[in-house]
């Protein structure tokens, strides 16, 4: 069983930045992609970025592309998601997860494990 642990999320001002952690108890997250989705009240859980099995290939959602850095140290066992330039937008509850396969997905049906998610709220 893979239990990942988010952290890092908080406050911040527009145009600031935060570093989300995501630590796995248990089993390892070697060998398997990693991704981040976020969801914000009322609107439905949206795919924020991924990172293969060795961290040779991320994929971002379009929103964050460029303001977003999406890491993993399978030493630490964590995945890490440093986020710049935050907008009020990117306010939502962020969620790590262990893709089902070694290379990412968009799709949250391809994460088997989840974490219980941590709060990033920007003000304007």
């Known amino acids: 069983q893979v239990q990942p642990v988010e952290s890092g999320g908080g406050l911040v001002q527009a145009g600031g930045s935060l570093r989300l952690s995501c630590a796995a108890s248990?089993?390892?997250?070697?060998?398997?992609?990693m991704g981040w989705f976020r969801q914000a009240p009322g609107k439905e859980q949206e795919f924020v970025a991924a990172?293969?099995?060795?961290?040779?290939?991320?994929e971002y959602a379009d929103s964050v592309k460029g303001r977003f850095a999406i890491s993993r140290d399978d030493a630490k066992n964590t995945v890490y998601l440093q986020m710049n330039s935050l907008k009020p937008e990117d306010t939502a509850i962020y969620y790590c997860?262990?893709?089902?396969?070694?290379?990412?997905?968009?799709?949250?049906?391809?994460?088997?494990?989840w974490g219980q998610g941590t709060q990033v709220t920007v003000s304007s």
């Open positions: 248990g089993r390892t997250f070697s060998w398997y992609a």
């Open positions: 990172i293969n099995w060795n961290g040779g290939d991320t």
């Open positions: 997860a262990r893709c089902r396969r070694m290379h990412g997905s968009r799709l949250p049906d391809e994460y088997e494990y």
